[in-house]
């Protein structure tokens, strides 16, 4: 995969808006970075190619699918052994109530973010969920209660 030394003024123009809203047309996107509509297609369809542009998806807002409740998971395991970090990622990839886990350095092994319906939505799922995966010997919740900024913009 290239690095981001690769990416010039204008590659980084076109990550910047794509990241701001991806259905933009190929037509408004070259307006704005002010190159021909042409070159700015050639070069999104390489940033593609090239592995910048991941996917592309729709931002939902939690509160009107049910999951407006916001939740972090600390998980501290009974032993670290690959064994039981191949098991753990295994169970939480097959999870869809496990928006995002990270193993982590420092008092805990795991940190997971998830949303759910309310606190007794999240109490099932730490008992049917959490509870359940493969070493999991400890956990603290943090439950949100204003989210001060949640973005999936990165800086280019």
């Known amino acids: 995969m290239a690095n981001s030394t690769n990416l010039d003024r204008s590659d980084r123009k076109i990550l910047f808006e ?10 408004d996107l070259a307006d704005r970075i002010g190159l021909s509509a042409t070159a700015t297609a050639e070069r999104t369809k390489r940033l593609i190619r090239e592995g910048y542009i991941e996917s592309f998806s729709a931002k939902l ?24 970090f191949d098991a753990f990622k295994h169970a939480v990839e097959r999870s869809p109530d496990i928006l995002e886990c990270h193993m982590v350095a420092g008092g805990f092994d795991y940190l997971i973010k998830s949303r759910v319906l309310d606190m007794d939505a999240y109490r099932r799922f730490l008992a049917d969920v959490i509870l359940t995966l493969p070493g999991v010997r400890e956990t603290h919740t943090y439950a949100v209660m204003e989210e001060i900024k949640d973005t999936h913009v990165l800086p280019v």
């Open 18 to 27: 794509l990241q701001n809203d991806a259905r933009i047309t190929n037509t």
């Open 61 to 84: 807002v939690p509160e009107k699918i049910g999951r407006g409740f916001l939740v972090f998971v600390e998980i501290k395991l009974d032993r670290t052994s690959a064994e039981v």
